[in-house]
């Protein structure tokens, strides 16, 4: 999912870089390969109905905050070579939040890294410093604090390096090292070592 127009990665991208390096690979050098799954129809529809609860919902759902939020905020940052779209960005006159809605029951590490890119690319384009974001369990109706730590922000860049070079050379990375994500991964049938 390249934004081919600036020549950026996008914040998915990287998602899927952390998810497994080898989706990342099928996606940016074997593009004509790519299947579209019920698992992405249903995520995308999700995020859908889900903007529109959330413009009805509460910032008390976030805890003691107050300030005026912004749905779908697009950024972009050539100097990080990335873009994006943030779910809720939440602007409290002293800070920005970035909010990420989720169709799962557990913040994952690597939704984690993707919050942080999105704090990351806040920064790079608002010139603000963002300590926190939430991710939103949609299944579960509850917002998870992130803090977007040091680790967080290193783990972001180093990801960004590592996929250029895989896009550069287009070498196939190894396979995740969680196998149990394979079994219903939708490039399962081209990785024949997992
Ligand atoms: S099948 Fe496993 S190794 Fe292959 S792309 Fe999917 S998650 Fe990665």
Not at 40 to 60: C, D, F, M, P, Y
Not at 119 to 128: F, G, K, S
Request: with cysteine; glycine share 4%; hydrophobic share 40%.
């Amino acid at each position: 999912m390249l934004d081919e127009a600036e020549n950026l990665f996008t914040v998915t991208d990287l998602k899927q870089y952390m998810y497994c390096p080898r989706i990342f690979y099928y996606h940016a050098c074997l593009p004509q390969i790519r299947p579209v799954t019920y698992n992405i129809h249903a995520g995308i529809n999700a995020h859908e109905v889900e903007e529109q609860r959330a413009k009805r919902r509460s910032l008390r759902m976030y805890g003691e905050i107050d300030g005026e939020r912004s749905f779908d905020v697009a950024v972009q940052a050539p100097t990080l070579g990335l873009s994006g779209h943030i779910d809720e960005v939440v602007d409290t006159g002293a800070e920005l939040i970035p909010v990420d809605y989720k169709l799962a029951n557990k913040a994952a590490f690597h939704f984690k890294v993707q919050l942080a890119a999105y704090a990351l690319l806040l920064e790079a384009t608002q010139i603000v410093i963002v300590r926190r974001g939430f991710l939103y369990l949609i299944p579960l109706r509850r917002a998870e604090e992130v803090r977007i730590t040091p680790r967080l922000r290193r783990i972001v860049r180093e990801a960004l390096e590592a996929m250029h070079l895989i896009q550069e050379t287009e070498h196939m990375p190894g396979p995740t090292e969680w196998r149990r994500r394979c079994s219903d991964c939708e490039f399962r049938r081209f990785c024949n070592d997992v």
